[in-house]
T-cell receptor
Framework: QKEVEQDPGPLSVPEGAIVSLNCTYSNSAFQYFMWYRQYSRKGPELLMYTYSSGNKEDGRFTAQVDKSSKYISLFIRDSQPSDSATYLCAILTGGGNKLTFGTGTQLKVEL | DGGITQSPKYLFRKEGQNVTLSCEQN?????MYWYRQDPGQGLRLIYY???????QKGDIAEGYSVSREKKESFPLTVTSAQKNPTAFYLC??????????????FGPGTRLTVL
């Protein structure tokens, strides 16, 4: 079993839809939960990270963590064609610097 | 203009050849990392370095070598011992100040193809 599981997609939605991207993890030591966005043939860029259970909002993006279920989500409101990319969840143990990545979910937002 | 640069963007290698991928950062970060990305497998850690003249193996170090002679540079050599080197290689860096989380920032990547 992989430490971090992520549905690879592809996920196709119409412009303006609410998108839900999810990851599950198995290691209870994981403490920091990050979301990266990667455009085709580019390096990943950090979108946001969360530490505790609950929600964190940044513009159209909301990151949600449920530590009891070991489940993390990224919601995108009012999705735009420019949001079309691969979204990677990445998890970090407290005090460490070794990131464990999900496989990434490919998202396409269509006009 | 701060950031991480990787060169070349595309690299072609014949079987049996060693090739070196460049990674430079001007963010004054202490830690640097090399990842490999394959379709359907996410990012896997090859090597990382937390300080100059020191580095550690990641999860898939076999067939690769690195050096860290300068803080801003962390080149990766893909040797002929690497059985399946065709992949997208990503370099990252982080501040490593001891304050969590130690957020990693990525370069634009090098796509290596073995002919």
């Amino acid at each position: 079993q992989k430490e971090v599981e992520q549905d690879p997609g592809p996920l196709s939605v119409p412009e303006g839809a609410i998108v839900s991207l999810n990851c599950t993890y198995s290691n209870s030591a994981f403490q920091y939960f990050m979301w990266y966005r990667q455009y085709s043939r580019k390096g990943p860029e950090l979108l946001m990270y969360t530490y505790s259970s609950g929600n964190k909002e940044d513009g159209r993006f909301t990151a949600q963590v449920d530590k009891s279920s070991k489940y993390i989500s990224l919601f995108i409101r009012d999705s735009q064609p420019s949001d079309s990319a691969t979204y990677l969840c990445a998890i970090l143990t407290g005090g460490g610097n070794k990131l464990t990545f999900g496989t990434g979910t490919q998202l396409k937002v269509e006009l | 203009d701060g950031g991480i640069t990787q060169s070349p963007k595309y690299l072609f290698r014949k079987e049996g050849q060693n090739v070196t991928l460049s990674c430079e950062q001007n963010l004054n970060h202490d830690a640097m990392y090399w990842y490999r990305q394959d379709p359907g497998q996410g990012l896997r850690l090859i090597y990382y370095s937390q300080i100059v003249n020191d580095f550690q193996k990641g999860d898939i170090a076999e067939g690769y070598s690195v050096s860290r002679e300068k803080k801003e540079s962390f080149p990766l050599t893909v040797t002929s011992a690497q059985k399946n080197p065709t992949a997208f290689y990503l370099c990252a860096s982080s501040l490593s100040s001891g304050r969590a989380p130690d957020t990693q920032y990525f370069g634009p990547g090098t796509r290596l193809t073995v002919l």
